[in-house]
């Protein structure tokens, strides 16, 4: 690819992805979050699923510890991001707290996906920042505009909530192993909900990550699922 | 300080600690492939154990609500393909309507 053309795909999906911010914003004031509280978030954690999941978990009923336990589960693939993005991007110290901080989905994505490490990192810079800036934008309107239009039963963004949750999701199945675990998350999650206290549903299923993620070849999930597959 | 701002400031500090670390250490640490897999996994997990309780629950009761219906349109919307924010929107109406006549 040239460097045109890693700057037009990096700018692009910067304007998509950045423009969700609205429904983040609008789900956090669904949420009862207040727009400073939603901006704080995505200019601070800037990653929309730990984002998403703090207001989702605060908005059930779960503790703030609860809350920050789920962000962090979820943010943790920022981890894993940083660790094959960091070599590529050769920074010193300091910016080094900058490369962290943009490293998301979509910077990652981008830079990984270029045939030399000066179009990884021109790409990895521009999606960031792009990123960065829509998301913070598009957090604002959604959250003032949500707050302007009352009752957000009303609006439906009561449902506009686990739908981008859905969305979010959809992207993060395309095999039979993920797919299992989301089917098997979503029933664990109800049966525990009226049992144990809010927000521990969500986190418990973490647990399902680690026993259908331990085996390379998990024989008993692979039968399952090829009989799922062929429906 | 109140427990929405504890949240919240908690997972700023939290996410970002997290993307520091991945950008800091040796990428040797922690990648072995079980451990990968598994961190791989667990967004599909939480995502889905969220759609779960935010349509389908207020606080730990269960119930079926306009919600639900939003969803399962939204569902629809991005099984035939449609782009994140068609299928929020039209999850939405859905359900905004099914709050407003039913």
Redesign the interface.
């Not at chain 1, 989702?56 to 009923?61: L, N």
């Not at chain 1, 693939?77 to 960091?86: I, K, M």
């Not at chain 2, 606080?59 to 269960?62: E, G, V």
């Not at chain 2, 999850?91 to 309507?97: D, I, K, R, V």
């Given at each position: 690819m040239s460097v045109a053309s890693v700057r037009r795909d990096s700018l692009g999906l910067s304007l998509i992805v950045g423009?969700?911010g609205i429904?983040f914003g609008a789900s956090a004031t669904a949420d009862?979050?207040?727009p400073w509280?939603a901006c704080?978030?995505s200019?601070?954690?800037?990653?929309g699923?730990?984002?998403?999941?703090?207001i989702?978990?605060?908005?059930?009923?779960g503790?703030?510890?609860n809350?920050?336990i789920?962000?962090?589960?979820?943010?943790?693939?920022?981890?894993?991001?940083?660790?094959?993005?960091?070599?590529i991007?050769k920074?010193n110290k300091w910016k080094?707290?900058l490369?962290?901080?943009l490293?998301i989905d979509e910077s990652t994505g981008i830079a990984l996906a270029q045939e030399n490490e000066k179009e990884s990192r021109l790409g990895f810079w521009i999606t960031g920042f792009g990123v960065f800036v829509f998301w913070n934008i598009a957090t604002l309107f959604g959250a003032l505009g949500a707050k302007a239009l009352g009752n957000p039963?009303?609006?439906?963004?009561?449902?506009?909530?686990?739908?981008?949750?859905?969305?979010?999701?959809?992207f993060?199945?395309k095999d039979s192993?993920?797919?299992f675990?989301?089917?098997?998350?979503?029933?664990?999650?109800?049966l525990l909900?009226?049992i144990?206290?809010?927000g521990i549903?969500?986190?418990?299923?973490?647990v399902?990550?680690?026993i259908?993620?331990?085996r390379?070849n998990n024989k008993a999930v692979g039968n399952t699922l090829e009989s799922a597959d062929n429906e | 300080m109140n427990?929405?701002?504890?949240?919240?400031?908690?997972?700023?500090?939290?996410?970002?600690l997290?993307?520091?670390?991945?950008?800091?250490?040796p990428?040797e640490i922690?990648?072995h492939?079980?451990f990968?897999?598994?961190?791989?996994?667990?967004?599909?997990?939480?995502?889905?154990?969220?759609?779960?309780?935010?349509?389908?629950?207020i606080?730990?009761?269960?119930t079926i609500d306009?919600?639900i219906?939003?969803?399962i349109v939204?569902?629809f919307a991005?099984l035939a393909k449609a782009p994140?924010?068609v299928?929020?929107?039209l999850?939405?109406?859905?359900?905004?309507?099914i709050?407003?006549f039913a």
């Open positions: 423009s969700y429904a009862h979050f207040s509280q704080f978030l200019l601070i954690a800037f990653s699923a730990s984002q998403f999941a703090t989702g978990v605060v908005a059930a009923g503790s703030p510890i809350a920050i789920a962000a962090g589960l979820l943010g943790f693939r920022n981890t894993l991001y940083g660790l094959r993005v960091a070599p991007m920074a080094k707290l490369v962290a901080h490293t039963a009303a609006w439906g963004l009561d449902a506009a909530v686990p739908s981008a949750f859905l969305g979010l999701l959809w993060r199945i192993r993920s797919r675990v989301a089917v098997s998350a979503f029933i664990v999650a109800l909900t009226p144990t206290g809010s549903p969500i986190i418990s299923t973490s399902l990550a680690v259908f993620g331990w390379e | 427990s929405k701002w504890f949240a919240v400031i908690g997972t700023g500090l939290l996410v970002y997290l993307k520091l670390i991945g950008a800091s250490i990428e922690v990648s492939p079980r990968v897999r598994i961190a791989n996994l667990i967004p599909a997990a939480l995502l889905s154990a969220l759609v779960a309780t935010q349509s389908l629950a606080k730990t009761h269960l306009h919600r219906g939003g969803v939204a569902f991005l994140l924010p299928a929020i929107i999850g939405a109406l859905t359900s905004a309507l709050y407003r």
